[in-house]
């Protein structure tokens, strides 16, 4: 069994209908999904789960873009998941981000990045545990 972590396709790349797309690309990576669902947040969900970032300017914005439409959610397992996964995103500015990447491919701007992802095997049990509160994120 590998490190498992916390995939969220955003409402954005959902409106776009590329879900296949990135999950292939997971897959292709190596990640493996073990769990899945589609939902649609509240606002006051979206601000639950990124109340981290509840100081951040951005976090009206965000948790508005979040709450928007549907999301896919998923536990991603593999080796070295969060890092792998980190990279297979690409960095937060799709303009920014490396060729490939899924945020090169399927965002349009900082907010509308079609994929979240943990930042940290801590984040993801956090974030895995607020999608997924019955599932043991260290094993089967």
């Given at each position: 069994m590998g490190e498992r972590t916390l995939a969220i396709i955003k409402p954005d790349a959902v409106k776009k209908r590329v879900i296949g797309d990135?999950?292939?690309?997971?897959?292709?990576?190596?990640?493996?999904?073990?769990?899945?669902k589609m939902l649609t947040l509240s606002k006051k969900e979206a601000e639950e789960f990124y109340a981290v970032h509840r100081?951040?300017?951005?976090?009206?914005?965000?948790?508005?873009?979040?709450?928007r439409g549907p999301i896919v959610v998923l536990v991603l397992e593999g080796e070295e998941a969060v890092r792998r996964y980190r990279d297979l995103m690409g960095a937060t500015d799709p303009a920014k981000a490396e060729s490939g990447t899924i945020r090169?491919?399927?965002?349009?701007?900082?907010?509308?990045?079609?994929?979240?992802?943990?930042?940290?095997?801590?984040?993801s049990k956090f974030e895995v545990g607020y999608f997924f509160p019955k599932m043991d994120?260290?094993?089967r």
């Open positions: 990135i999950i292939r690309r997971y897959e292709g990576a190596g990640l493996q999904p073990i769990e899945m100081e951040r300017p951005f976090f009206d914005s965000l948790t508005s873009f979040m709450a090169a491919v399927h965002g349009t701007s900082i907010e509308e990045n079609a994929v979240h992802g943990s930042d940290s095997s801590e984040t994120i260290n094993s």
